[in-house]
């Protein structure tokens, strides 16, 4: 069995029996589940009504490969394709917010004896602490969104977003700020991280505007890795990208900063 953001994991005969994390709202479940199967971008249940077993809810899906996360092996452009489409997919039921921030607020309370991150989360903006604002797009949000959440079912099929957990209505730009906090701390190539914007904007992915997305990401990135840290208090590079981020200004350039 794995364990995962909470969830009990395990696969038999290729489908995958998922064990939701405790206190899951089945309502949102059921919604987040409904929207699965509406877009095509988002590996499709296996049954839109999930399972109450015991004080848990369990779902079944299609087993499917995940991506490899080794950078000469990431495909950016196709990532960034899969992000856009999840972005501008209309959604005929009623979403609940994404799971981002609740998750940063799980994950900044488990490190909170962890003096780095602990000053790093204290510094964060109002605004990564709500699913969205008012001025900003409102889309379809995955809420987790990382490379170990592209999967596909072989080969010759498309990549597909998978765990709907977190799934939700809210900035789009939340969806974005793994890729771009990882590559602010030296750990994304700089020609991978331009793809991966390119090919985003060029598909029409509504959480950037022209120009520099920097200023938009900034903070999103910065909770990004402050969340990546709180799971991994022993990486040595986020931590010390923790560090500096409590002197990071919104329009500064991440290089200087993060680097």
Known sequence: MLTRSGADIT???NVVHKLHRPGTDPRALCARLRAAGEIDVVLTPMSGVPQLVGQRWLTHWPFVETVATEPESVPWAEVARVLARLHLAPVACRLPAHGWPARLRRAVDRARGHQVIARAAAGL???VWRAGSADRPHTVVHGDFHLGQ?????PASPWQLIDVDDLGS??????LARPAGFWAA?????ADWATFVDAYRAAGGPAV????????LEPFARAAVIQAAAHDPCDETLSAACVRMPQLEKNSRPKPCLR
């Open 150 to 154: 592209l999967g596909r079912r072989d």
């Open 11 to 13: 696969v038999r005969d």
């Open 125 to 127: 903006p109002d605004q």
């Open 186 to 190: 030296g750990l994304i190539p700089d």
């Open 209 to 216: 505007p022209p120009g520099d997305p920097w200023p938009v």
């Open 170 to 175: 809210g900035d789009p730009a939340w969806d």
